[in-house]
């Protein structure tokens, strides 16, 4: 293939604000929680360095500190003017590499993710948010002219540092879409009451950037396409907020987001239980509303072929792409180099957003292991003065991420798999509903495995003495875990094998292509994501299914744009629940009746028509092998769920780390 080869509208340059983009590629902003003192770091030099090394011709940062009140918000303090140094290195980093930098404005004004409310909250009308019933204080006129004056001067102070523009995050249930809603603006002054007023606030504040910093700062605006409320802003309501805002043509470019800070969360991320591309029917749309301004088309974009099209129909100039330039930011070079192939995919999974969302640490992604460091983009492990043997037992995630490094590292690496093809457990989330994306982890490692030189052994279990007799300098031991069986369940039960975990009953259920009568019960002390594609699994192959827990209610683990869209499937698709409650195990149930015992007040609910009994519960590491193997004098590193069960994220992390030996 050619250089732009099959990609030639995506690889045309394009101008903004007298500036040359040097293709149309741009990264979204992505909250990265990699500033948490409010300056400058190292890891936000690279994560923004790195997109521009791959290629995106134009990136935008997370939220800054524009203005005072964000003084305790771990974003960059750009209003407290005291790190121009490192704002500057920023810039430069990014520049340099020939890609636009563009600071982020947001608000998130009366909108909040996690539990407890915000007594800072600022908002158009002292109306609850949505998720966190959180009211806002609503600004006065005087202080919203004094806002846009401080982002402004905020804005000058970033284009003096190098910055090539900001973009204004006005959708996404923020502060400014707050303004724009009908559903959270209810004032009566200039800055409410009609379109005029409620696009006021967003229309002067481009004019105020516009006064400070001229008609060479590329200014770009995030707007609601559907936030998918009713009495809000659907994508007719977006049209005419888009027409009022580019009357004036005085904004470079525009992009469209789904979803609020409301029931609606799930659309500001879409994941990989709807369509891809799941907003380009409203893109297509506004771009009549724009009065010629150049369109962005953004979400679950992810495929070259895919953004070429939009391009090559004239249905955008520009692609925005958050998470898939997040699992591989040398994306845009890949696709320009005829290397797609080579692409690692996002699986539009969300664990990104649980890591900063829910933990509060920087983002982290499943299929990119290196986000933040100086060498992520294409990043290809160096090679080793001091090869060794290393022999990699277990061919998941885990296990093959190590295979990979090790080998491009130049060890000689040979991986011992159990199964006949790598991915292990993943394979099975794969067959889930939702699952599709998740072949592109080992798809992508089984290729660079063979691509570095290991060699893969796979279709038998390994003993201790088949490793041992490679006689391996190191063994990377990424044997997976085991669900522990639940307390009610009678071990004599256990051994005649009709009430088995959930990753073993799923290899016999998924071929049924007929619906069976009867009732499946899934015992839940799992509460991660897989679970619940799980049981929509089941539910399409059994009458009834009904989930039983002992928590308050299902999914609790899973972030919240992921849980909506698993609570919203689960009721949709009638799956019932019954919380706060254990399975009291009776003879009953060998007949179809189960019992289930309310675990305050003992009430029993029993579930009739019992067809299939399976649990979920929490997993033990399978590290038998680690004993006999340290005992012979070999050096063991345990990764993934042999080492500590839990998610994909950390399976990647872990067996990449053990491979490129960090
Ligand atoms: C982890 C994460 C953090 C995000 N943070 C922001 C943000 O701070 N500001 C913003 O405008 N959008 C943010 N977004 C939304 C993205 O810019 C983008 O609109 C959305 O992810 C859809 O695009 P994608 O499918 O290419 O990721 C975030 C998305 C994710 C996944």
Aim: glycine letters at 10%; proline letters at 6%; hydrophobic letters at 40%.
């Amino acid at each position: 293939m050619t250089e732009n080869g099959d990609f030639a509208a995506l690889f045309t340059p394009f101008a903004l604000a007298g500036k040359t983009l040097r293709n149309r590629i741009a990264h979204a902003s992505m909250s990265t929680l990699s500033t948490p003192l409010g300056r400058v770091t190292e890891r936000e030099i690279n994560y923004h360095a790195s997109r521009a090394e791959g290629g995106a011709a134009l990136s935008v940062t997370e939220p800054l500190g524009m203005m005072r009140h964000q003084a305790g918000l771990p974003r960059l303090q750009v209003w407290r003017r005291d790190d121009a140094d490192g704002l500057k290195r920023l810039a430069d980093a990014v520049e340099g590499r020939d890609c636009r930098l563009l600071g982020q404005i947001q608000d998130a004004g009366r909108g909040r993710h996690f539990p407890g409310r915000n007594p800072e909250a600022i908002g158009a009308s002292a109306l609850p948010d949505d998720l966190s019933w959180t009211v806002p204080r609503a600004l006065t006129a005087a202080e919203i002219r004094a806002l846009i004056a401080e982002i402004a001067e905020s804005a000058a102070y970033l284009q003096a540092c190098g910055f090539s523009g900001v973009e204004i995050s006005g959708g996404h249930g923020h502060l400014f879409h707050q303004f724009l809603s009908p559903h959270s603006n209810r004032r009566d002054d200039e800055y409410g009451g009609d379109w005029d007023g409620r696009t006021r606030i967003v229309a002067e504040l481009v004019a105020a950037l516009r006064d400070a910093c001229g008609t060479d700062f590329i200014v770009g605006l995030k707007l609601p396409g559907d936030d998918g409320m009713a009495g809000s802003i659907g994508p007719a309501e977006a049209a005419v907020i888009a027409d009022h805002l580019t009357r004036a043509r005085n904004v470079d470019y525009v992009c469209f987001a789904g979803g609020a800070h409301a029931r609606t969360l799930e659309m500001h991320t879409p994941d990989r239980h709807g369509p891809p591309m799941p907003y380009m029917h409203f893109i297509k749309e506004l771009q009549s509303s724009l009065n010629g301004v150049p369109l962005m088309a953004l979400g679950r974009i992810t495929d070259p072929a895919e953004a070429d099209g939009i391009l090559a129909r004239g249905e955008a100039q520009l692609i925005g792409m958050g998470r898939t330039l997040l699992a591989d930011p040398a994306w845009p070079e890949k696709a320009r180099t005829g290397r797609s192939w080579d692409i690692r995919y996002c699986l539009s999974c969300n664990t990104c957003w649980g890591t900063i969302v829910q933990q509060r640490q920087p983002v982290a992604c499943v299929n990119n292991p290196r986000v933040g460091l100086a060498d992520e983009a294409d990043y290809w492990p160096e090679r080793t003065d001091d090869p060794k043997r290393i022999t990699v037992v277990g061919a998941g995630i885990a296990g093959m991420e190590a295979a990979w490094t090790a080998a491009a590292r130049g060890h000689r690496v040979t991986v011992l798999g159990a199964s006949e093809e790598p991915g292990g457990k993943a394979r099975l989330r794969e067959q889930l509903p939702g699952g599709e994306t998740v072949s592109s982890i080992y798809d992508y490692q089984t290729a660079a495995a063979e691509r570095a030189g290991a060699t893969l052994v796979l279709g038998r279990r390994a003993t201790a003495d088949d490793i041992i007799a490679l006689n391996p300098h190191r063994v990377i031991l990424a044997t997976g875990s085991t669900m522990i069986p639940p307390d009610w369940l009678p071990p004599d039960v256990q051994a005649e094998g009709w009430v088995r975990d959930l990753r073993d009953t799923l290899p016999d259920i998924l071929p049924i292509t007929a619906r069976q009568p009867g009732t499946a019960v899934l015992y839940d002390t799992d509460h991660t994501e897989a679970t619940y594609a799980a049981a929509e699994a089941l539910n399409a192959r059994f009458a009834r299914t009904v989930i039983v827990t002992p928590r308050d209610a299902i999914a609790t683990d899973v972030p919240m744009v992921t849980r909506q869209g698993i609570l919203r499937r689960a009721a949709e698709q009638r799956i019932e629940t019954v919380t706060l409650a254990e399975v009291r195990w009776t003879d009953a149930a060998a007949e179809g009746r189960l019992e289930c015992v309310n675990i305050y007040n003992g009430d029993v609910t029993v579930i009739e028509d019992l067809a299939l009994l399976t649990y979920a519960t929490p997993r033990a590491p399978d590290d038998a092998l680690a004993g006999p193997l340290r005992n012979a004098g070999i050096d063991v590193v345990t990764v993934g769920d042999a080492r500590a069960p839990q998610e994909m994220l950390f399976a990647t992390a872990s067996g990449h780390a053990a491979g490129v030996g960090e």
